[in-house]
């Protein structure tokens, strides 16, 4: 079974500050005030952990170990950025993502992504390239995700939705 967030077996959360999957506050508003965390994650070259960090200033919160990964010893191979919804009703209704809006409804309206990086072997950031990029979603009907946009400060994808649909 594909693993992807704090909930794969094996993840050892260090912070006892942050409680990772929770709810995060203050909530942006519908073409109002926006707000946004900083979000990184890298791989310890010494012990090949994959550290899960928060904010600005890099906090680590935990770490995957890299034997719980058999395809990603050495490096990822792929990356991926968006939003998914959870929680115990969602067999039965598929709630919103982001606002609730479609990524065409554009910023400060649809749940976003920015100043996207990767991570080199060397330690160094860099944008992800137009050829290898793309945007998409497994529920096309309930959510979608905008083109993929490229700046000096990386790359930005818009995404949501208003859930509530059964295709």
């Known amino acids: 079974m594909p693993c ?3 909930m794969c ?3 050892v959360q260090v912070s006892k500050s942050v409680g990772i999957g929770g709810r995060i506050e203050p909530v942006s508003t519908y073409n109002g005030d926006q707000y946004e965390i900083t979000v990184t994650i890298s791989k310890d070259p010494k012990t090949g952990n994959w550290w899960l960090a928060y904010g600005r200033d890099k906090k680590p919160l ?4 890299p034997s ?3 395809y990603m010893n050495e490096k990822a191979s792929a990356c991926f950025w968006g939003g998914q919804v959870h929680g115990p009703t969602v067999q039965l209704h598929l709630p919103e993502l982001g606002s609730g809006h479609w990524a065409a409804t554009g910023p400060g309206k649809a749940a976003y992504v920015r100043s996207i990086k990767v991570i080199n072997k060397d330690g160094q950031y860099f944008i992800p390239g137009t050829h290898n990029t793309f945007s998409g979603s497994t529920r096309p009907f309930c959510y979608d995700a905008g083109d993929i946009r490229f700046n000096d400060d990386g790359a930005r994808l818009l995404y949501g939705g208003p859930g509530n649909c059964t295709k």
């Open 4 to 6: 992807f967030d704090h």
């Open 9 to 11: 077996p094996g993840f």
């Open 62 to 65: 935990g770490y995957w170990p």
């Open 68 to 70: 719980i990964f058999t």
